[in-house]
Nanobody, 113 residues
Framework: QVQLVESGGGLMQAGGSLRLSCAAS????????MGWFRQAPGKDREFVAA????????NYANSAKGRFTISRDNGKNMVYLQMNSLKPEDTAVYYCKGPGNYWGQGTQVTVSS
């Protein structure tokens, strides 16, 4: 069993930065990869970024490359998504994902132009 709780969303102007956090509990955090996904209104949920169990490998959607950075702190059971140069099209609910079908409740990010 894994519990995931996101935080850090909010309203930001285009060009600004936000850092999302996801706190994990339950199963030993360092034993599974983590990911961030997002879902904009009227659209399917889409992949944003992923990070391996020990943090050495990361993967990004094309839309996130060069602007977003995923990281994790296994000592704190946390995963982060640093988002820079935000665009209005980044507006979405952002979800962290654990192993299997474990998801957080989501945090809203709204970017105004």
């Amino acid at each position: 069993q894994v519990q995931l709780v996101e935080s850090g969303g909010g309203l930001m102007q285009a060009g600004g930065s936000l850092r999302l956090s996801c706190a994990a509990s339950g199963r030993t955090f360092s034993t599974y990869a983590m990911g961030w996904f997002r879902q904009a209104p009227g659209k399917d949920r889409e992949f944003v970024a992923a990070i391996s169990r020990n943090g050495t490998n990361t993967n990004y959607a094309n839309s996130a490359k060069g602007r977003f950075t995923i990281s994790r702190d296994n000592g704190k059971n946390m995963v982060y998504l640093q988002m820079n140069s935000l665009k209005p099209e980044d507006t979405a609910v952002y979800y962290c994902k654990g192993p299997g079908n474990y998801w957080g409740q989501g945090t809203q990010v709204t970017v105004s132009s």
